[in-house]
């Protein structure tokens, strides 16, 4: 009698365990559930350009969180202030110049491309130099003497006026540069202050249109036919922690960018909230074209035309500011 007690207490603590298992089992499960319902949060910093656009399209269109990301994105004033968050671990991901991420890495600041924003086309010139539309200057040899406003000195479009200088046998320290905010450019133009100016979109569109002002030379070309002009970037701690979310990101904006560069009219009162602009002028400007990969040779040729101009000490390899993948 007592014999059969025992082995039905040993039945009965058996099948206990056995229950207290599989309960551990189902609560691991929806552990693991949950955490990967869970989307992950990036934090973007950015300033109010079109070239954000696959960005804002990919937030409304769900796209991320199909992804299983939370995507937040916040303004910046202007690149520098991105760059500074980024490589103090402020924001996540940030979106600036490419000649940003060069001149960093050239001075042992981490930070890696992630996915890219605006690329040039010389078909929709997102950067020109203009003059006033009475200007006598007509070629590059009119600019001797002459003083140019940038919105930065060490800056893509810089190196790009002195590139287009020296090609054309005009040496490229015969001109000043001085700074002046994008917004500002048509009236220090208008006013004398400056010679010439390098606007970029909406600004081209609008001082042509004015009638005050006009194009007098596509100055991205003299670097390269096609090369990226602004990316999305962040710390390549940030990167190596969080590899699945920046995987998952850079394939989202891919898939937003081919669509948004087909679908411009779509996303005409996307640019208008970001921008802060009339929604009227949004519909008719031209727009950027942003790119689906990010490929060395989109980026070589501005190292090499910042190490030629002494923005940095030496040229290296694209491929030390990309993901390895």
């Known amino acids: 009698m007592a014999a059969r007690a025992s082995r039905a207490q040993r039945v009965i603590s058996t099948a206990a365990a056995f229950v207290a298992v599989l309960a551990l089992m189902v609560v691991a499960v929806l552990t693991t559930e949950s955490r990967a319902q869970t989307p992950e949060t990036l934090h973007l910093l950015a300033s109010p350009v079109d070239d954000v656009m696959p960005v804002l399209y990919a937030q409304r269109a769900g796209l991320f969180a199909r992804a299983g990301l939370n995507v937040v994105l916040d303004r910046a004033n202007n690149g520098g202030a991105v760059a500074a968050a980024i490589a103090g671990s402020a924001a996540d991901i940030g979106k600036g110049d490419i000649g940003m991420i060069i001149g960093a890495h050239a001075h042992d600041v981490p930070l890696v491309i992630v996915a890219p924003a605006a690329v040039y086309d010389p078909r929709t010139p997102d950067c020109v130099l203009m003059v006033p539309a ?21 800056s893509v ?34 006013r004398g202050r400056v010679d010439a100016t390098t606007p970029v979109k909406p600004f081209i569109a609008d001082a042509v249109a004015s009638g ?49 560069n087909a679908h411009q009219a779509e996303t005409v009162d996307l640019l ?6 009339d929604r009227d002028r949004a519909s008719r400007m031209q727009r950027i074209v942003t790119g689906s990969t990010v490929d060395a040779r989109d980026i070589q040729p501005v190292i090499d035309a910042y190490a030629t101009y002494k923005l940095i000490a030496k040229p290296f390899a694209a491929r030390e500011i990309m993901l390895d993948r």
């Open 134 to 154: 009475s200007s006598p200057i007509r070629s590059p040899r009119d600019l001797v003497g002459k003083t140019i406003g940038v919105a930065s000195i060490n």
């Open 157 to 190: 479009m810089t190196v790009a006026i002195q590139a287009w200088l020296d090609a054309s046998g005009v040496s490229s320290a015969s001109t000043q540069f001085v700074e002046i905010p994008y917004s500002q450019m048509a009236q220090a133009l208008a």
């Open 212 to 260: 005050d002002a006009r194009v007098a030379y596509p100055i991205y070309s003299a670097i390269s036919s096609r090369f990226l002009e602004s990316v999305w970037f962040a710390n390549r701690d940030f990167v190596a922690k969080h590899q699945g979310a920046i995987a998952a990101f850079a394939r989202t904006v891919a898939q937003a960018s081919t669509y948004t």
């Open 272 to 277: 208008s909230t970001w921008a802060n602009i």
